[in-house]
Each structure stands twice: as C-alpha cells, then as structure tokens.
C-alpha cells in the first residue's frame, strides 16, 4: 500500500507541475513521471494511447487545411450572421453557435474566432457581455461530449472495446450525450442571462467608460472569402456526416468482409478529406503548417502522450488496490465518480486527456456501462479554474469589464454557466440512460 501511495503522489506531482506550466508541460512532466514510476516502483508501461493522439492529429489537419483554404473564416461569418440576427437573444444563441460549432469541427477552438462578434453584438444591443461570453465560452466545452469527431468521444468509445464492452457503438454515446449536453447548454444559458446588473447600471462598465477605457466594438472583417472556402467546408462537413453514419450504422464499416475500428475511420476520412481540400480548394500548406488549429493539436496530443499514458500505467498497476479500497463505493454510490471526472478535466484542462486518463478506474472498478456514458458530460470542467485559452480571450475581448476573473479566482464569469450547464447535462444523461438510450 505504502508503494501505492507514493506512486499515485507522483503522478499527483506530474498533473500538477504540468497544469501549472500549461502547454506541453502536461507531457513532459507526465513521461518524467512514467520513467520514475517504471525505475523506481518497477511499474510495467502500458501501451500509449496512440489511437487517441492520431484521431486529435487527422482531426486537427483536416481543420488545418479548411482553415489554409479560408474555410473557418466561413463558419465564422456563418456563426457571426446568425448571432447578429436577434441581438436581444444573444446570451441564448451565442451558446448555441458555440456548442454547434464544435459539435461540427470536433474542437472548441473556434470560440476564440467569435468572441469579438459576441461583443459586439451584446454591447451594441446593451446586453451585459459577461451572459454570452461566459456562456458561449463554456458551451463551446461542452460541445466536446457530443462530439462524433472529438478526441474524448473517440477515447470513450475506444476504452470500452479495449475493455470488453464492443457492443458500445457511436451511436450509443452520442444518443446519450447529444441531447443531454444541449439541454444542458440550454439551461446554463437561460439561467446566466439574467446573472449581473445591466450592463447600464454596472459600476465597473461606468468606471471605464467615464475613464475612456471602453472603446467601441471592432468592424469584423467582410472581405472576400477564398475561392475554396466554401468547397472546404462543405468537404470537411461531408467527412463529419460520413463518420456519424459509420457510427450509427456499423455495418457501414465492414470493408471485403472486415470490421474497421470507429478510430481508423476517423483518421481516414479526416485525412481523405484534407487531401481533396489540398486538390481543389487552393490550400496553402505552409500556413496549414502554421495554423493555430494544429498548433492547439499538437499541445493536445503531447498532454496525453504524457499524462495518459502515466496515468494509464498507474491504475494498469494497482487495480487490485483500487478495487479492494473503492470497489464497494463504486457499487453503492457509483455517480459519485462524476466529481472525480470533473476536478480532474479542471487539472489536466483536456476532455481527451481526462477521459483516457481517468475513465479506465470506473471501468476497472466496474462501474455499469450505461453510467459511464452518463457521467461523460463531467470531463468537461475546463472552466472550473479560468486558466484555458477561451477563458482568458473572453475576458480580454470583453472591454466593458463585465467578464472577469474574480479576487479569489474562482468566483469567475464562468462558474455559474459552467457548473449549471455539466451538472444539467449528467442529470439529463442519467434520465436518458434509466429510458434505455
């Protein structure tokens, strides 16, 4: 036991030292960590999660290049058009467009492109900004667990084949956690839209604005769109409905009488599909190379080469221990392992990571199946210290002052959404889950 625990303190170790530096820290600390739990604890490595590491790449390329070919840019005017539409609703349709617009391009990156649309459509309606963009902000999260092409959902799915539950197909989870997340995103919205004094009446926005800090919202961008933009969204989007129907119709998948795996078929058809953009959309891969979607890929895929992996080779190596000291817990109070899901996506600051981090102690503890799915909605606690990348754009773009990190940072714009939007979504999960789904 003595061994155990030092073990689980430098895997502790490693999680923390990583999320402090951010980045690719995560990963290096993990294998650091790995080396010493092998070296010192004779602790056998598993296998890296390469499946998931792949996925993220032939993801992030395919995004890579619809982004070379002008395609983001797109979905963004798109997604800006329809937020300016009713001004008045933007602390509900801002989540929505955030929420879809990851559910269609499997990573909640593009938020950053819209937070100056939601701004200024808020400010000039004179709505708070603080509602949409807090909210927006963590819907575009929780967009991930209903997600077919998302990292996490591939991670899911590939942990309960590699644990003896094949019978979980795509269309399994997505059935589960498509409706419970939207419901979700729809409650945590409705609520936060009356959260905060009017943006008239907020001492703060008056302070600033007395001292000629508030400016007047940007013009977004209205120039011509590339020649293939549109094509590339349209091919990207193509790939993503390929990859639904190969879920919800498995035997969609059988190639010469042969299964394929729900992972290779996303890393095909995402690869398939950046070569036809390469073909006919006029992409230009050195700024592919260089864009910042593949960047962020890059950072996800170190984060869980490391700490997955470690912590992967540390619940592989002590399941005995885990089972003789929480296998009673598991089968009285088993939801409690939602809240083990949630502060730990709140460290590892990735849904993928968590989920193939973590996700195999509930499994190991034998957790049911139809539960785990209904607790996926948890690893979406990014928000929960206001440290990601969306977090801090949605308070620099908010130059009114309403979206803040508070004094004792974790009273934070985006708490209340947060919280609201993933403790709805796993209830409703739960409910679909009790019916059958």
């Known amino acids: 036991m003595t061994a155990t625990i030092l073990e689980f303190v430098i895997v502790l170790a490693a999680i923390l030292l990583g999320a402090r530096q951010g980045g690719l820290a995560i990963g290096y600390w993990g294998g650091l960590g790995l080396v010493l739990l092998a070296v010192i604890f004779g602790v056998t490595p598993t296998a890296p999660p390469v499946d998931v590491m792949l996925i993220i790449m032939a993801v992030c390329m395919s995004a890579a290049a619809m982004d070379a070919a002008g395609g983001l840019e797109f979905l963004v005017r798109i997604a800006a058009r329809i937020i300016r539409s009713n001004p008045k609703y933007v602390s509900i349709i801002a989540p929505l467009v955030g929420f879809f617009l990851t559910f269609f391009s499997g990573t909640g990156n593009l938020i950053?492109?819209?937070?100056?649309?939601?701004?200024?459509?808020?400010?000039?309606?004179?709505?708070?900004?603080?509602?949409?963009?807090?909210?927006?902000?963590?819907?575009?999260?929780?967009?991930?667990?209903?997600?077919?092409?998302?990292?996490?959902?591939?991670?899911?799915?590939?942990?309960?084949?590699?644990?003896?539950?094949?019978?979980?197909?795509?269309?399994?989870?997505?059935?589960?956690?498509?409706?419970?997340?939207?419901?979700?995103?729809?409650?945590?919205?409705?609520?936060?839209?009356?959260?905060?004094?009017?943006?008239?009446?907020?001492?703060?926005?008056?302070?600033?604005?007395?001292?000629?800090?508030?400016?007047?919202?940007?013009?977004?961008?209205?120039?011509?769109?590339?020649?293939?933009?549109?094509?590339?969204?349209?091919?990207?989007?193509?790939?993503?409905?390929?990859?639904?129907?190969?879920?919800?119709?498995?035997?969609?998948?059988?190639?010469h009488g042969k299964p394929v795996s729900m992972s290779l078929v996303i890393e095909m058809v995402m690869l398939a599909g950046a070569a036809l953009m390469v073909a006919f959309c006029h992409v230009n891969l050195d700024v592919a190379s260089k864009s910042p979607t593949l960047r962020a890929g890059v950072v996800s895929v170190g984060a869980i080469f490391g700490i997955a992996w470690l912590?992967?080779?540390?619940?592989?190596?002590?399941?005995?221990?885990?089972?003789?000291?929480?296998?009673?817990?598991?089968?009285?109070?088993?939801?409690?392992?939602?809240?083990?899901?949630?502060?730990?996506?709140?460290?590892?600051?990735?849904?993928?990571?968590?989920?193939?981090?973590?996700?195999?102690?509930?499994?190991?503890?034998?957790?049911?199946v139809p539960l785990m799915i209904a607790m996926f909605p948890a690893v979406n606690g990014l928000f929960f210290l206001p440290i990601t990348g969306p977090a801090l754009s949605a308070v620099s773009f908010d130059r009114s002052g309403t979206t803040k990190i508070g004094k004792y940072i974790l009273n934070h714009s985006f708490q209340i959404p947060g919280i609201v939007m993933v403790v709805v979504s796993v209830v409703v999960a739960m409910l679909l889950t009790q019916l059958g789904l």
């Open 112 to 255: 950053f492109a819209i937070h100056p649309v939601i701004y200024e459509v808020a400010y000039s309606a004179g709505v708070r900004p603080e509602r949409p963009m807090a909210s927006a902000t963590v819907a575009a999260q929780i967009g991930i667990t209903a997600c077919p092409i998302s990292a996490a959902t591939a991670a899911l799915l590939g942990l309960f084949a590699a644990y003896g539950h094949a019978e979980v197909t795509l269309s399994s989870i997505l059935m589960v956690t498509f409706p419970a997340c939207l419901i979700g995103v729809l409650a945590g919205s409705f609520i936060y839209m009356f959260w905060g004094k009017e943006l008239k009446d907020d001492p703060e926005y008056q302070r600033r604005l007395k001292a000629g800090l508030v400016e007047p919202p940007e013009a977004i961008s209205d120039q011509p769109l590339p020649k293939g933009a549109k094509l590339s969204v349209g091919i990207f989007l193509l790939g993503v409905f390929l990859i639904v129907l190969t879920g919800f119709f498995p035997e969609l998948r059988t190639i």
């Open 311 to 368: 912590a992967d080779s540390f619940i592989g190596a002590n399941k005995g221990f885990f089972m003789e000291l929480a296998g009673d817990l598991a089968a009285q109070a088993p939801w409690l392992f939602a809240f083990v899901l949630f502060f730990m996506s709140a460290l590892l600051t990735s849904q993928g990571a968590t989920t193939r981090a973590i996700m195999p102690l509930g499994l190991t503890l034998g957790i049911p």
